[in-house]
């Protein structure tokens, strides 16, 4: 009891503290080993209460060698990303990737480290106090991997050069301790903090990534001013960029690019970077109208994005996101190009800014980014729409809670047994909590809750249970149960008519719960004479009762339903013969896994009803 009041107090607002990491990078890039050295001076913040005498880092490359952690992973899981699949263990000495740490010291002296797969464990020869900083500085000698799955070179489109998670990354440490994870191909969590990267590279690749190019008069590439050109020798340059208060830095490199800029009226700057062909070109320059309408509608609807600009890399094997940029592949059809840009940018709110620990809360990143994504993929394709942007994402819910293979939501996003049960929960499952959510306080409390979450715990790394305390705050409802019950198990939502029984100038309602899951009910009562009533039964639990949403159907407020009773019995003030149908829910958005059994429809058998209780 102890540690989950703890756990909620280093969460609160006033108590809470994250470390920080000011990083300084040069790079040397040799294009014809793909390999490169780089020198990192990193200032380490302890903002903790605790005192350090271990650090981690993070060596990403080292994944990609036969034999690897991730490797075997992929060949033992029982449905292997096809992008993986047995390809790490065939890897040549060539083909590998892994960083080399040549020196390292702690405060201008030699510290004691260890290379244990693709983590690098650190002794220190001073402990770090709370409140103290120090300064690492390394040198590493690095191969980038044969593409094999986020970052690598030479990837299927032929980008050649996909640079994520690609340096010595110190690992987070934070009210949990730390999160030195070895690193299988899943998520990432990372130290807030600022970026100042040097990449010396062959003159004749463009790069496009996280950051502020800070020497564009001198690098041209499409960053120059207009009008300006830039000659270069046959001499390798420089480029130095800037990312401040960002928790990671990706860039792309490769000779074929073309950079184009689209500006958002009142910002960001957009970056677009791709190979451009016949294929392609065209759903490129499309893009980026459809980038420019879309990101107000974002910013307006879910919070304001804070940096100055984005990138759309192509590069990588699917999308991936990033501070200020992402890795999407390119040679899609218009819908699928805007599909993953629309996708891949949310993630700037929702692990970007936001910067949940995605290991843990897969569904706060992607679920959120799916749910928000549909929104903004009907309001550009189908702005006339009504239709219920979520349904794909409750189809993809609905698959695994009747498969009776479905994990909870808090499992860790490396030991879900199956690619498809991660997929499903962090992207399906998780876009059902926030619109079901809806469903429980209401559409407009959700969407402001939402945004209100963005705006206290951006540039911080919330957890589940920051969303929901914002969710009750703006809603004046307890939800503790919606949290601990959809996310921490797998109980299921499934609510029945039981019966429905005339009982003279009324009509007499039996529902039945289930499933495990307890929901608040929405009971739509249709009429013949075409008027609809909804009758309104929160549970006991949330202390409070949702605003009225549809102003079409008067709402009859009912008494909350305790959630142990498994029936409710109501009455309905007309007669049975008036009425058309009942259902619960019509709108869809309470994840109910069995719908047959919702609805009541005037062609069902009537059964006269003696009520005992009269
Ligand atoms: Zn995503």
């Known amino acids: 009891m102890a540690g989950a009041l703890l756990d909620l107090q280093a969460q609160d607002g006033e108590t809470y503290w994250q470390q920080r990491a000011e990083y300084e990078m040069e790079i040397e890039m040799d294009v014809s080993t793909n390999r490169f050295t780089g020198e990192q001076k990193l200032t380490y913040y302890n903002n903790s209460p605790d005192t350090l005498d271990r650090v981690f880092y993070h060596l990403y490359f080292n994944a990609f060698q036969p034999g690897s952690m991730m ?77 094999i799955r986020r970052s690598g070179r030479d990837n299927a489109e032929g980008i050649e050069y996909s640079m994520s998670q690609w340096y010595p990354k110190m690992a987070e440490y934070d009210y949990r301790g730390w999160h030195a994870n070895p690193y299988i191909g899943r998520e990432f969590h990372g130290i807030w903090g600022d970026f100042d990267v040097k990449i010396t590279i062959d003159p004749t690749y463009t790069i496009g990534g996280t950051g502020i190019l800070q020497n564009a008069n001198k690098i041209g590439h499409g960053y120059q001013d207009e009008g300006k050109t830039v000659e270069h020798g046959s001499d390798p340059i420089t480029w130095h960029f800037v990312a401040e208060n960002v928790h990671d830095f990706m860039w792309a490199a490769d000779p074929d690019y073309t950079h184009e800029t689209a500006q958002v009226p009142g910002g960001p700057l957009l970056r677009f970077f791709y190979q451009k062909n016949d294929e392609n070109q065209e759903a490129w320059a499309q893009l980026q109208d459809y980038m420019v309408q879309a990101v107000p509608f974002m ?38 190009l805007v599909g993953v840009a629309v996708h891949e940018m949310f993630h700037s709110w929702y692990q970007g800014v936001l910067a949940t620990n995605e290991s843990l809360y897969p569904w706060m990143d992607e679920g959120f980014t799916s749910f928000a994504s549909s929104i903004t993929m009907q309001h550009l394709f189908q702005p006339e729409s009504d239709a219920f942007p979520h349904s794909g994402s409750y189809r993809g819910y609905y698959f695994m809670a009747n498969s ?97 029984r005339s009982a003279g100038e009324e009509t007499f309602v039996q529902l039945q719960r289930i499933g495990e899951m307890m929901m608040p009910i929405d009971l739509y009562v249709e009429y013949n004479d075409g008027t609809t009533e909804i009758y309104y039964m929160p549970l006991r639990i949330m202390r409070g009762e949702k605003p009225v949403e549809n102003e079409e159907a008067s709402r009859v407020n009912m008494p909350a339903w305790p959630w142990t009773y498994p029936t409710y019995g109501l009455r309905i003030s007309r007669p049975l013969s008036e009425i058309a149908r009942i259902e619960i829910d019509p709108t869809g958005r309470m994840a109910d896994t069995d719908r047959s059994n919702n609805v009541y429809d005037n062609t069902v058998e009537i059964i006269p009803f003696t009520d005992p209780t009269r």
Do not use: C
Request: glycine fraction near 8%; charge should be negative.
């Open 299 to 336: 910013n307006k609807t879910f919070g304001e994005y804070p940096y100055e600009s984005y990138a759309f890399v192509q590069g990588g094997d699917g999308g991936m996101e990033y501070p200020m940029a992402t890795l999407i592949t390119g040679n899609r059809n218009l819908r699928s």
């Open 404 to 500: 009776g293979d479905e994990e909870p939501l808090t499992t860790h996003s490396d030991m879900y047994h199956s690619n498809r049960s991660y997929g499903i929960n962090a992207y399906s499952k998780g876009a059902v909590f926030l619109a079901q959510l809806g469903y429980v306080i209401g559409e407009e409390n959700m969407m402001k809750g939402l945004r209100q979450y963005y705006n206290k715990w951006k540039f911080r790394h919330p957890t589940d249970v920051d969303v929901i305390r914002e969710m009750e705050k703006v809603s004046g409802i307890e939800l503790d149960w919606y949290l601990t019950n959809f996310v921490y198990t797998t109980d299921q939502v499934d609510y029945a008519i039981e019966y429905v």
């Open 71 to 147: 490797d075997v992973r992929s060949l033992t899981i029982e449905d292997p990303d096809r992008r993986v699949g047995d390809r790490i263990s065939k890897l040549t000495p060539e083909e590998i990737g892994y960083h080399h740490i040549l020196t390292l010291e702690q405060d201008g002296k030699e510290v004691s480290h260890k290379i244990s797969g693709t983590i690098l464990e650190v002794w220190l020869n001073e402990p770090i106090l709370p409140g103290e900083k120090s300064e690492f500085s390394m040198t590493f000698e690095s191969q980038v991997p044969l593409q």
